[in-house]
C-alpha cells in the first residue's frame, strides 16, 4: 500500500519534471530563433530536409484525398439532391481540418521521425558532447534550425495539401461525375470564409509544427545514448506528435469559434 | 553543410509554390466572393431573406455584379430584414430598381436578383431599394400545398357522401 502511494508520488514527479523540461527546451529553442546569429544556412538546408523532401508524399496524400472526399461527399450529397454543394463540402472539409491535420501527422512520419533519429544518434555517437567541448551549443547549433524549418515549412506543405485536395475533388467531380465546372468552383467560392476558415486552417498547421518541431526534437536531445534510445525516441516523436496533434486540433477548434 | 545551387533552387520553389498556395486559399476562396470593382453600397429591406447569407452573390440578369455585406433587423423596429449590399460603382440603377431573393435551381444558394426600373434619376451610394421581394420559403410552400390538398378531398368527399 505505502509502496504503491510513493510509486505514483514518484510517475508523478517525474512526469511534471518532464513536462517543465520540455517547457525548458521550447523556451530556449524560441531564445535561439529570436536571438542572433540566425544561421539562415543551416535554416535552408533543413527547409531541404523537412520541407521539400516532403512534398512529394503531401502532394500525392492531398490528392488521392481529395479524390475520395469528393467520391463519399457525392454519395452522401446526392441522396439529399445536393450534389451542387459538393465544392463546399470538400473545400470546407480539406481547409478547416484534414489539410492541417493529415499534413502534420504525414510530417510528423516523414520528417519528425528523422529529426529525432538523427540528433538522437548524434547524442549516442556523443556529437552534442563533440559540440559542447568546442563550445558551441547544441540546442542552438543543431536542434534549433530543425524545429525552425518543421515550424516554416508546415503551414506552407499544409496549403500544398489542400490545394492539390481541391484539384482532386474537382476531377472526381467535374471529370468523373459530371458536376458542373461553374458550380464547383462557386460553390467552393461562396463558401470558404478567410477569418473563420483560411486563418484558421493557418493557425492550426503553424501550431502543429511548433509541436512536431518542439516534441522531435526533444525527443532526439534526450534520448538515451545508445541505439535502443535511439530507437525509442523516434517511435516516441511519432507517437507523442501524432497525439498531440490531434488533441491540440480539438482544442484549436472549439477557441477558434465554431459558431461561426 | 555546403553551399549547394540545386537545393537552395529546390527550396526556393518550395517556399514559392506554398507561398502560392496559401494566396490563392486566402485571396480566390477566402476572400470576397464577388472579386469585381465594388464601392456603390445599397440598402433593401425583406420581410423574409430566407437562407440569403453575407458573401451571397447579388445579380443583374444573371450576371454577378456584386456581393451581401450584412444582414441585420432592420433598425427602424418593424422586424424586417436589412441587407446591405456592395456593388459595382458604374452602374447606373434608376431608383425605381426591384430587388428579389432568389434560388439557383430548387435548392441552390440564395442570392438578390435586381431588375432594374424605367425611372429617370438614379440611386446613389448608400441609397435604399423600396421595391423588394421576398424570399420563397419552400416549407411554408408546402405546407400550404398540403392543406389546399387536403381541403379539396374533403370538399370531394362530402359531395360524395350527400349524392
Same mark, same amino acid.
Request: contains cysteine; hydrophobic residues 45%.
Given at each position: 500500500?505505502?509502496?504503491? *502511494?510513493?510509486?505514483?508520488?514518484?510517475?508523478? =514527479?517525474?512526469?511534471?519534471?518532464?513536462?517543465?523540461?520540455?517547457?525548458?527546451?521550447?523556451?530556449?529553442?524560441?531564445?535561439?530563433?529570436?536571438?542572433?546569429?540566425?544561421?539562415?544556412?543551416?535554416?535552408?538546408?533543413?527547409?531541404?530536409?523537412?520541407?521539400?523532401?516532403?512534398?512529394?508524399?503531401?502532394?500525392?496524400?492531398?490528392?488521392?484525398?481529395?479524390? =475520395?472526399?469528393?467520391?463519399?461527399?457525392?454519395?452522401?450529397?446526392?441522396?439529399?439532391?445536393?450534389?451542387?454543394?459538393?465544392?463546399?463540402?470538400?473545400?470546407? &472539409?480539406?481547409?478547416?481540418?484534414?489539410?492541417? *491535420?493529415?499534413?502534420?501527422?504525414?510530417?510528423?512520419?516523414?520528417?519528425? &521521425?528523422?529529426?529525432?533519429?538523427?540528433?538522437? &544518434?548524434?547524442?549516442?555517437?556523443?556529437?552534442?558532447?563533440?559540440?559542447?567541448?568546442? &563550445?558551441?551549443?547544441?540546442?542552438?547549433?543543431?536542434?534549433?534550425?530543425?524545429?525552425?524549418?518543421?515550424?516554416?515549412?508546415?503551414?506552407?506543405?499544409?496549403?500544398?495539401?489542400? *490545394?492539390?485536395?481541391?484539384?482532386?475533388?474537382?476531377?472526381?467531380?467535374?471529370?468523373?461525375?459530371?458536376?458542373?465546372?461553374?458550380?464547383?468552383?462557386?460553390?467552393?467560392?461562396?463558401?470558404?470564409?478567410?477569418?473563420?476558415?483560411?486563418?484558421?486552417?493557418?493557425?492550426?498547421?503553424?501550431?502543429?509544427?511548433?509541436? *512536431?518541431?518542439?516534441?522531435?526534437?526533444?525527443?532526439?536531445?534526450?534520448?538515451?545514448?545508445?541505439?535502443?534510445?535511439?530507437?525509442?525516441?523516434?517511435?516516441?516523436?511519432? =507517437?507523442?506528435?501524432?497525439?498531440?496533434?490531434?488533441?491540440?486540433?480539438?482544442?484549436?477548434?472549439?477557441?477558434?469559434?465554431?459558431?461561426? | 553543410?555546403?553551399?549547394?545551387?540545386?537545393?537552395?533552387?529546390?527550396?526556393?520553389?518550395?517556399?514559392?509554390?506554398?507561398?502560392?498556395?496559401?494566396?490563392?486559399?486566402?485571396?480566390?476562396?477566402?476572400?470576397?466572393?464577388?472579386?469585381?470593382?465594388?464601392?456603390?453600397?445599397?440598402?433593401?429591406?425583406?420581410?423574409?431573406?430566407?437562407?440569403?447569407?453575407?458573401?451571397?452573390?447579388?445579380?443583374?440578369?444573371?450576371?454577378?455584379?456584386?456581393?451581401?455585406?450584412?444582414?441585420?433587423?432592420?433598425?427602424?423596429?418593424?422586424?424586417?430584414?436589412?441587407?446591405?449590399?456592395?456593388?459595382?460603382?458604374?452602374?447606373?440603377?434608376?431608383?425605381?430598381?426591384?430587388?428579389?431573393?432568389?434560388?439557383?435551381?430548387?435548392?441552390?444558394?440564395?442570392?438578390?436578383?435586381?431588375?432594374?426600373?424605367?425611372?429617370?434619376?438614379?440611386?446613389?451610394?448608400?441609397?435604399?431599394?423600396?421595391?423588394?421581394?421576398?424570399?420563397?420559403?419552400?416549407?411554408?410552400?408546402?405546407?400550404?400545398?398540403?392543406?389546399?390538398?387536403?381541403?379539396?378531398?374533403?370538399?370531394?368527399?362530402?359531395?360524395?357522401?350527400?349524392?
Amino acid at each position: 500500500m505505502f509502496e504503491l *502511494v510513493r510509486d505514483i508520488g514518484w510517475r508523478t =514527479v517525474d512526469n511534471v519534471y518532464g513536462l517543465g523540461g520540455v517547457a525548458h527546451f521550447g523556451s530556449r529553442l524560441l531564445f535561439e530563433t529570436l536571438a542572433p546569429p540566425y544561421r539562415l544556412r543551416r535554416l535552408i538546408d533543413e527547409l531541404y530536409n523537412t520541407g521539400v523532401l516532403s512534398l512529394a508524399i503531401v502532394c500525392a496524400s492531398g490528392t488521392a484525398v481529395g479524390l =475520395v472526399l469528393g467520391l463519399q461527399g457525392y454519395n452522401t450529397l446526392v441522396r439529399f439532391g445536393a450534389e451542387q454543394s459538393m465544392g463546399a463540402v470538400v473545400g470546407l &472539409s480539406l481547409v478547416r481540418e484534414l489539410g492541417p *491535420v493529415l499534413t502534420a501527422l504525414l510530417v510528423t512520419g516523414r520528417a519528425g &521521425s528523422a529529426v529525432a533519429a538523427e540528433i538522437g &544518434s548524434m547524442v549516442a555517437s556523443e556529437q552534442l558532447d563533440g559540440l559542447r567541448m568546442m &563550445s558551441v551549443d547544441p540546442i542552438d547549433f543543431v536542434t534549433q534550425p530543425k524545429a525552425f524549418a518543421l515550424l516554416l515549412s508546415m503551414p506552407l506543405l499544409s496549403a500544398l495539401f489542400i *490545394v492539390f485536395g481541391l484539384f482532386g475533388g474537382y476531377l472526381v467531380g467535374v471529370g468523373v461525375l459530371g458536376i458542373d465546372a461553374g458550380t464547383y468552383v462557386s460553390s467552393l467560392e461562396n463558401n470558404i470564409d478567410f477569418r473563420n476558415d483560411v486563418l484558421g486552417s493557418l493557425v492550426k498547421s503553424l501550431v502543429f509544427g511548433a509541436l *512536431v518541431g518542439l516534441i522531435a526534437t526533444w525527443r532526439g536531445y534526450t534520448a538515451a545514448p545508445n541505439s535502443a534510445g535511439v530507437s525509442r525516441a523516434t517511435t516516441g516523436a511519432v =507517437v507523442q506528435a501524432s497525439v498531440a496533434t490531434l488533441m491540440f486540433d480539438y482544442v484549436i477548434t472549439a477557441l477558434w469559434g465554431v459558431g461561426l | 553543410m555546403s553551399r549547394s545551387p540545386i537545393r537552395d533552387l529546390l527550396v526556393g520553389v518550395f517556399v514559392l509554390s506554398g507561398l502560392a498556395a496559401l494566396a490563392y486559399l486566402s485571396i480566390q476562396l477566402g476572400g470576397a466572393a464577388y472579386s469585381g470593382p465594388g464601392g456603390l453600397t445599397l440598402y433593401a429591406s425583406f420581410d423574409e431573406i430566407g437562407g440569403l447569407a453575407p458573401r451571397s452573390p447579388v445579380v443583374i440578369g444573371g450576371v454577378k455584379v456584386g456581393q451581401v455585406k450584412k444582414i441585420e433587423l432592420a433598425p427602424d423596429g418593424s422586424f424586417r430584414a436589412r441587407v446591405t449590399m456592395d456593388v459595382d460603382r458604374g452602374l447606373k440603377l434608376p431608383d425605381d430598381t426591384q430587388a428579389a431573393v432568389l434560388t439557383q435551381g430548387v435548392l441552390g444558394n440564395q442570392y438578390v436578383g435586381l431588375s432594374p426600373g424605367g425611372s429617370d434619376t438614379m440611386l446613389r451610394d448608400g441609397g435604399e431599394i423600396s421595391y423588394t421581394q421576398s424570399a420563397v420559403v419552400i416549407e411554408r410552400l408546402i405546407g400550404k400545398f398540403i392543406q389546399n390538398i387536403g381541403g379539396d378531398n374533403g370538399g370531394k368527399k362530402k359531395g360524395g357522401d350527400g349524392s
